[in-house]
Each structure stands twice: as structure tokens, then as C-alpha cells.
């Protein structure tokens, strides 16, 4: 699976933004899809994660500001981001799991950059 991520930029805290993640296949067909993200000098932790049954989870630390959907005519995954805070700034990455295979495709990755 291919993954293209894109809709980072900068934004000022209490803005919004979303991110897109463009799959080469159905996210139907993908098991788990969802968004991870990396700030400087930290791990790359889960930020939101959508199943084929459309099961969500979410970290506390984004749970009533992010929210993961997609659209399956695109093929596409969002993550709308809401209320945005400074500690919110870092690389995300689109992520995708497939059981079957045991195999996971990471996009590149997209700039969030939230100021105080």
C-alpha cells in the first residue's frame, strides 16, 4: 500500500487544520489506518487510528480535538484537527496495517506547526 499524507502547515494555537492521506487501494481493504506523529527529540507515538469496521481510538492527549474519517470514493483518510495546541507540533505520518500480510506502509511525512 501506498500512502501520500499531505494538508500540514503552521497555524496559531486554538486553529485548525486537516490532514489527508491518499492510499493506493481502498482503506476498506486495509485493516487499521490512521496517523502517527514525531516532534523533535521524541518518539513516534499514535495519534488517531481508524479499522475497516470503522472502530476509532484515540490518545488522550488528542481525544476531543482530532477526529480520524474517510471517504471512500477518494481512497482517502483525514485527520481534522481542532483547537490546536503548541505541544500538537511535530511530523505526522500516515500509517497502515494489513493483518493478513503482517505488513504496514508508512507516507511521508507532513508538517504541523502550532505557535503560541
Known amino acids: 500500500v501506498q500512502l501520500q499524507a499531505s494538508g500540514g502547515g503552521s497555524v496559531q494555537a486554538g486553529g485548525s487544520l486537516r490532514l489527508s492521506c491518499a492510499a493506493s487501494?481502498?482503506?476498506?481493504?486495509?485493516?487499521?489506518i490512521g496517523w502517527f506523529r514525531q516532534a523533535p527529540g521524541k518518539q513516534r507515538e499514535p495519534v488517531a487510528s481508524?479499522?475497516?469496521?470503522?472502530?476509532?481510538h484515540y490518545p488522550d492527549s488528542v481525544k476531543g480535538r482530532f477526529t480520524i474519517s474517510r471517504d471512500n470514493a477518494k481512497n482517502t483518510v483525514y485527520l481534522q484537527m481542532n483547537n490546536l495546541k503548541p505541544e500538537d507540533t511535530a511530523i505526522y505520518y500516515c500509517?497502515?496495517?494489513?493483518?493478513?500480510?503482517?505488513?504496514?506502509?508508512w507516507g511521508q511525512g507532513t508538517q504541523v506547526t502550532v505557535s503560541s
Open positions: 500509517h497502515a496495517v494489513s493483518i493478513a500480510t503482517l505488513t504496514e506502509s
Open positions: 481508524l479499522s475497516n469496521s470503522d472502530s476509532t
Open positions: 487501494v481502498s482503506t476498506r481493504s486495509i485493516d487499521v
